[in-house]
């Protein structure tokens, strides 16, 4: 793919400093690019990699100095996302596979676009529905009455278990499992567990994606539901009937037990948990090993086992930290009370 800089920047809506009929023949990080490469600037700890950079054009906020004349610019408001949008419209990796491939499996009670595209010994079960331009690849297995919108690109060694619903737009990377059983048991008279069936499911709304190997339990009873636009990153565990809300971003290693609600916005980063049955309000961030122990219904940073407002477990760090010189100063303390009551004594 080529494009001129002045298209890329038409594009994006940014100013062209240098040549603007200099060719992009491609995309890369600022310290590895190439020669008739584009590259972006976007924070001060890169601003070192400008002065060496092979790159013949830079994506530049204008908070940095166009300081090397060699080379060609375009200056937008935020160089992140434009060149994000570069990259999708114009240099962006496509899968290629078309049709279906003559090894899959496909049920003759299901109903498949003939724009889908199906690879290399997939399973499409009874019952299955697989919406326009859609994309299943190799190996993954679709058990019965799965639903799959329009435009989705499940990848590689997905597993999609019976009755779940994926919208449109919905990312699957490899080796996932959308509807594993929730851990649901009860002990009996005997001290064994028996398992309770879960006969829920799992709905993915539009435009969600998940990393590999997440596991997504099915209900017990109803759905374990991930709403819009919510982001799902590697090795996230969500179990059965947690409702995720809109435009949530969960992030890697990251445990949510059963039933917890989480609210639209909310950022639960690398390693935290949140146990079963509370709630989340819209707007919280639970920084990364934090332990939510119970229900937060203000939007807000909170940190720390168990959780707490960000501010507050900083400035307990802070005290802390201070221990040694606060024992310092209260063995002083102490000494000048005994001294003065040691005085007092004296003139009695």
């Excluded at 040549?19 to 590259?39: F, R, S, V, Y």
């Excluded at 919510?230 to 059965?240: E, F, G």
């Excluded at 949510?256 to 639209?264: Q, V």
């Amino acid at each position: 793919m080529k494009l001129t800089l002045k298209e890329a920047a038409d594009f994006v809506g940014g100013v062209v400093y240098g040549n603007p009929n200099l060719e992009i023949t491609g995309i890369a990080k600022i310290e590895e690019a190439k020669n008739d490469e584009l590259t972006f600037l976007y924070l001060p700890g890169y601003e070192h990699f400008l002065a060496s950079t092979k790159a013949s054009a830079v994506l530049i906020a204008p908070k940095f100095s166009r300081t090397r004349k060699d080379i060609s610019y375009i200056e937008v408001k935020d160089p992140n996302i434009a060149l994000n949008r570069i990259i999708k419209k114009h240099f962006k990796q496509s899968v290629n596979i078309e049709g279906h491939d003559k090894s899959a499996w496909m049920h003759y009670a299901t109903k498949i676009a003939l724009s889908a595209s199906i690879g290399k010994n997939v399973i499409v079960s009874e019952g299955c529905e697989i919406g326009d331009n859609s994309i299943v690849l190799h190996n993954t297995v679709l058990m019965d009455n799965v639903k799959i919108g329009k435009n989705c690109l499940i990848y590689p060694n997905v597993t999609i278990r019976e009755n779940c619903i994926l919208g449109d737009n919905v990312i699957i990377h490899s080796n996932t499992c959308v509807g594993s059983d929730g851990f649901g048991y009860i002990p009996n008279d005997a001290g064994e567990y028996e398992k309770v069936p879960q006969i829920g499911n799992v709905v993915l709304e539009d435009d969600v994606e998940l990393g590999s190997n997440v596991s997504i339990d099915r209900a017990a009873l109803g759905s374990t539901l991930i709403k819009k636009g919510t982001k799902i990153d590697n090795l996230v565990q969500i179990a059965h009937n947690v409702v995720v809300g809109e435009n949530s971003i969960i992030i890697s290693q990251s445990g949510i037990a059963g039933s917890a609600k989480i609210g639209k916005n909310c950022i639960i980063a690398g390693q935290a948990g949140v146990v079963g049955h509370i709630e989340l309000a819209d707007g919280v961030t639970i920084t990364a090993q934090s332990g939510v122990s119970k229900s937060i219904d203000k939007a807000g940073k909170y940190r720390g086992t168990p959780a707490a407002p960000l501010g507050e477990t900083l400035r307990i760090e802070s005290h802390i930290r201070n221990l040694p010189s606060y024992a310092e100063k209260i063995k002083k303390l102490e000494e000048k009370i005994a001294f003065l009551e040691a005085k007092i004594s004296e003139k009695k």
